[in-house]
């Protein structure tokens, strides 16, 4: 199966941003549909950005339209979340996966995640 490495995550203060990415080996992601999950302290882990294959489609939890953007890079077989206007509430574990599109169901294991600290 696919393997996938998070990083770029990071400790920011509140309005600062982040570009966290998902490295992906052992297979091309183009074709599937990814997702960007969080994990806060003491949270469920939740789906706040996915974008499909075929690159024409994309969803954003309302806490994060807006200020997040998902993208991929086929050739590079990576996905990026670029975070803008970070604040506390972002705070938490992130993990990419492949997904399920309308469903955002994660597919396969989850990796160690990269960590996303927000500072007031």
């Known amino acids: 199966q696919v393997q996938l490495v998070e990083s770029g995550g990071g400790l920011v203060q509140a309005g600062d941003s982040l570009r966290l990415s998902c490295a992906a080996s052992?297979?091309?992601?183009?074709?599937?549909?990814m997702g960007w999950f969080r994990q806060a302290p003491g949270k469920e882990r939740v789906a706040v950005a996915a974008?499909?294959?075929?690159?024409?489609?994309?969803y954003y939890a309302d806490s994060v339209k807006g200020r997040f953007t998902i993208s991929r890079d086929n050739a590079k077989n990576t996905v990026y979340l670029q975070m803008n206007s970070l604040k506390p509430e972002d705070t938490g574990i992130y993990y990419c996966?492949?997904?399920?599109?309308?469903?955002?169901?994660?597919?396969?294991?989850w990796g160690q995640g990269t960590q996303v600290t927000i500072s007031s």
């Open positions: 052992g297979r091309s992601l183009s074709t599937s549909s």
């Open positions: 974008i499909s294959w075929k690159l024409q489609r994309t």
């Open positions: 996966a492949t997904i399920i599109f309308d469903s955002r169901a994660p597919l396969g294991s």
